[in-house]
């Protein structure tokens, strides 16, 4: 993960922000290390003083996604924050093992396709609504997928999967393949001479994954797709991720930090 300190100033200054807690681990003897999500800064590194201590003010509320409103001082190498609120408990969520590990999943991409400094209120917002969603309704095996694709959505990365991402042809019932490397459905003529790796799209799937691009999780919620529809979808959304990931996100990161140090320092 990109880590660029590019604090220019060196005065101490605090500010209170909306944050969801994505990553937290024990740090000294009784601190908390924690990475917040905000909408319009990024990521927050910063520590916890004395959050496990048992009589602490922070308590509970800097633990792993907790939707908090904390009190961030930044200091001149490592930010603390000083107070946290929360804003809704998302009790739901820290009672069961697998809504956590999903709900936990979850953060992990946001912060992955997230940086300090960063502003991405549309991500934030989301995933805020999705822990929600987590915390309230009985787990569903597209919640994690529809996640996926609004992040994909949100960061301009959705694949092609309304025509061949080759040569634009529409969809015939059969014979259909994704490609992560090429960034989408790929047609029956254009799938022979390519050596990239080509997942299984039957037609269900490929409807299914153009629903979600465009439905809110309402829509999408009362579908029941059977075993192998979830499993293509999984595994086409997961293909096309990482390919992103890799090719992607850390490049534009740093360009995105490289103009911003730029333009700080004119
Ligand atoms: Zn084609």
Redesign the pocket.
């Known amino acids: 993960m990109l880590t660029v300190n590019l604090m220019v100033s060196s005065r101490p200054r605090t500010y209170s922000v909306e944050a969801v807690v994505v990553r937290a681990s024990d740090f000294g003897e009784a601190d908390r290390l924690v990475t917040l999500l905000t909408p319009f800064s990024g990521l927050v590194r910063a520590v916890a003083r004395g959050a496990r201590k048992p009589k602490s003010r922070l308590g509970g509320n800097v633990d792993l996604l907790r939707h908090v409103k904390v009190s961030v001082n930044e200091g001149r190498s490592l930010h603390s924050v000083s107070q946290a609120q929360s804003i809704s408990s998302l009790r739901g969520l820290h009672t069961g093992l697998e809504k956590m590990s999903t709900g936990l999943y979850m953060a992990e991409l946001a912060e992955r396709f997230s940086v300090e400094g960063g502003s991405n209120p549309a991500l934030f917002n989301q995933l805020v609504k999705m822990l929600q969603i987590l915390d309230s309704e009985p787990l569903h095996p597209l919640m994690a997928r529809w996640f996926e694709m609004q992040v994909l959505r949100i960061n301009g990365f959705v694949p092609t999967i309304s025509q ?6 529409g969809l015939e019932p059969q014979g259909h393949v994704f490609s992560p490397e090429r960034g989408g459905i ?2 029956p ?2 799938r022979a001479s390519e050596s990239d790796v080509l997942l299984t799209a039957s037609l269900n799937t490929v409807k299914l994954l153009r629903h979600m691009a465009r439905a809110q999780w309402e829509a999408v919620q009362p579908l029941r797709p059977d075993e192998d529809e979830l499993r293509q979808v999984g595994r086409i959304l997961k293909e096309h991720l990482q390919f992103v990931l890799d090719r992607n996100v850390r490049s534009t990161a740093f360009m995105d930090e490289v103009t911003r140090w730029r333009s700080d320092s004119d």
């Open positions: 061949c991402v080759d040569c634009g042809a790929v047609c003529d254009c």
